[in-house]
């Protein structure tokens, strides 16, 4: 598929709350996808994005932290060439988006429900990240993305 910066790949992102996961592939994608690639991102509901989402996404030298959580309600019947849902309920939830090219499901444990320390909520969250960073990776690649970031594993903090 071919795109100028005049008519970029409209991507949509989509999980519950549209407070982590979403919220981090569509940072991804905006840091990385360059003029090919027009990144959003909505939950089924709306809610916050996360402080550790942020956090941990600025570890990797993109920040969300002007992102707002958003419903899917905004999107319908808008067309995209990709829509993405990045969790198992959202997947459920909203099974077409019917102006979508392509759908993909990329099942992605949700780390705002791990309880514990800092430390232990942060790790859960850099595991998504990390998950999603390969993924998003390949979908640029796949897409004809040739200047993408190193694919090693990094794992930055505890």
């Known amino acids: 598929m071919e795109t100028t910066s005049d008519h970029p790949d409209r991507v949509l992102f989509v999980c519950t709350h549209n407070s982590a996961r979403s919220q981090?592939?569509?940072g991804m994608v905006r840091a990385w996808g360059g003029d090919r690639?027009?990144?959003l991102s909505a939950?089924?509901?709306?809610?916050r994005v996360r402080p550790e989402a942020i956090a941990v996404m600025r570890e990797i030298g993109i920040d969300i932290s002007g992102h707002a959580s958003k419903t899917i309600l905004p999107f319908v019947g808008e067309s995209f060439a990709w829509v993405i849902t990045v969790?198992?309920?959202?997947k459920?939830?909203?099974?077409t988006i019917p102006c979508a090219e392509?759908?993909?499901h990329w099942s992605i444990d949700d780390p705002s429900e791990v309880e514990g320390t800092e430390n232990?909520?942060?790790?859960?969250?850099?595991?998504?990240?990390?998950r999603l960073r390969d993924r998003v990776h390949r979908l640029l690649l796949d897409a004809g993305g040739t200047d993408l970031p190193n694919t090693e594993p990094t794992r930055?903090?505890?």
């Open 156 to 158: 930055i903090g505890g």
């Open 37 to 39: 690639f027009e990144a």
């Open 120 to 130: 232990e909520r942060l790790n859960a969250f850099r595991t998504a990240r990390d």
């Open 87 to 90: 969790c198992d309920a959202a």
């Open 102 to 104: 392509r759908q993909a």
């Open 24 to 26: 981090m592939a569509e």
């Open 92 to 95: 459920e939830a909203c099974p």
């Open 43 to 47: 939950g089924t509901e709306a809610s």
